[in-house]
């Protein structure tokens, strides 16, 4: 049985603010309780963290987690997370939103770890505090959420417990396929496939738009410091992904943000904020339009 080769059970997460660990960590644990494997934590956030690049093998089921970011896998780091290798280990794949939807998302992280040599068994979208805001998917995951989670990855323990077999991976891709598209082979029946909502590659973006109707482009707006609360800490400068925030001088942002807002949600004197008047407009919109009703976590098989 597939269960008795599973020797370590692993939470991978790309989590600026916490809400997609939370997530992660609580189905793993509940993975690795019911199969009585050893639990293991894998954070590859930071550019410190990222240094290296892990790789799993049969041994393992590694639940991996990632935030949605426009309706994605977060672009920049796509290349990373395809870089990461599962060998034949068990793959679960989780996205956590904030409430509105997580359009190819999951989708796109499903393929990329099936590509990559993982066997998905499961997938799961949870939601948890938008990165912008504090009332859009405010406070979660909560404890709702959390025993949902854990419970998640006891189903998960069960049936593999009880024989289950995970999805197999994909084969060797060619020139112009995604990371989950096996190549094609003349008369062969196409493999299994966890199947999961979403658009299949190539995938598409949410589509911000003003109140005007026009598209909102962020990429180039980054946070402020006020002068009066930053305490020149170097904090937010450890906790950027993108290493963007000079840490001699962390009013300075010299390198290329993406507004996940770890340096303002966890800057402890709260010294970070956003001023841009389109980011603004757009964090508006989204809480007027998604704030209710409150999404619930779904699970795939």
């Not at 938008?130 to 404890?143: I, K, N, Q």
């Not at 112009?176 to 196409?190: D, H, L, R, T």
């Not at 993108?242 to 010294?271: F, Y």
Request: proline share 8%.
């Amino acid at each position: 049985m597939l269960m008795k080769k599973i020797k370590t059970v692993t939470a991978l997460f790309f989590s600026p603010t916490y809400t997609t660990k939370k997530c992660v960590v609580a189905i793993a644990k509940g993975v690795a309780e019911g199969l009585a494997a050893e639990y293991r934590e894998c954070n590859i956030t930071t550019p410190l963290q990222r240094r290296q690049t892990p790789e799993y093998g049969p041994g393992d089921l590694v639940v991996f987690g990632v935030p949605v970011y426009i309706g994605r896998v977060p672009n920049l780091f796509r290349d990373y997370f395809a870089s990461i290798k599962g060998n034949g280990a068990v793959g679960v794949p989780v996205v956590v939103y904030g409430n509105r939807a997580y359009d190819d998302a999951l989708i796109e992280l499903r393929d990329i770890m099936q590509g990559n040599g993982f066997q998905c068994m499961a997938a799961g979208a949870f939601i948890g505090e938008h990165s912008f805001s504090y009332t859009l998917g405010g406070g979660r995951p909560d404890a709702t959420d959390l025993q949902k989670a854990t419970a998640f990855g006891e189903e998960i323990a069960g049936r593999l417990l009880a024989g289950a077999e995970p999805y197999p991976a994909a084969g060797p891709r060619q020139e112009g396929q995604s990371c989950g598209e096996s190549a094609p082979q003349v008369g062969a029946e196409p493999p299994r496939q966890l199947q999961v909502p979403g658009n299949p590659y190539p995938y598409t973006f949410f589509d911000a738009r003003s109140g005007k109707g026009k598209s909102i482009d962020l990429r180039k707006v980054k946070p402020e410091t006020d002068p009066e609360k930053c305490t020149n800490c170097g904090y937010c400068a450890m906790l950027c992904p993108m290493g963007a925030i000079d840490p001699d001088n962390c009013s300075e942002i010299p390198g290329k943000c993406i507004r996940c807002c770890a340096c303002v949600k966890l800057c402890r004197p709260k010294a970070k904020y956003f001023a841009d008047e389109t980011y603004l407009e757009h964090k508006a919109i989204l809480e007027e339009k998604f704030t209710e009703p409150r999404r619930e976590p779904e699970i795939f098989w």
